[in-house]
């Protein structure tokens, strides 16, 4: 009993020392403008995200992808082990959903992405 008293005591402690010193969790966001690799649920909210398409088409194309695993250097060594989806294109704009259960999403040469408002819910089929 006394153990988890004092465990309780030192959450609250470390949650009022965070409180006070002005740190707060981040919330995800919603747009991404830089290439890079974003963890779903922590840099970004999941969901519909429309692409500005490449801003340099001489550059190369775009290149996103929907992963399941960030590999890191001990991992299996080809990349495109962990894609759950991906697409290289020259093709202005670009949807892509990325769903909740996404563990990343990566994007090189594709501009802006915004997350599109949820479509509401018909309740019919189709």
């Known amino acids: 009993m006394r153990a988890g008293a004092l465990m309780v005591a030192g959450a609250f402690a470390s949650a009022l020392t965070m409180a006070a010193s002005g740190i707060a969790a981040?919330?995800?966001?919603?747009d991404i403008t830089v290439d890079g690799a974003y963890l779903v649920n922590v840099d970004i909210k999941p969901g519909t995200y429309i692409g500005d398409g490449t801003p340099d088409p001489a550059?190369?194309?775009?290149?996103?992808?929907?992963?399941?695993?960030?590999?890191?250097?001990?991992?299996?060594?080809?990349?495109?082990?962990y894609i759950i989806a991906s697409d290289f294109t020259r093709?202005?704009?670009?949807?892509?959903?990325?769903?909740?259960?996404?563990v990343a999403f990566s994007t090189e040469n594709c501009g802006a992405w915004h997350l599109q408002p949820a479509r509401p819910d018909t309740g019919s089929f189709g």
């Open 26 to 30: 981040a919330e995800p966001v919603t």
């Open 59 to 81: 550059a190369g194309a775009c290149f996103w992808r929907r992963l399941w695993k960030v590999q890191q250097p001990a991992d299996y060594p080809d990349p495109n082990y």
């Open 91 to 102: 093709t202005k704009p670009i949807t892509v959903e990325i769903k909740a259960t996404d």
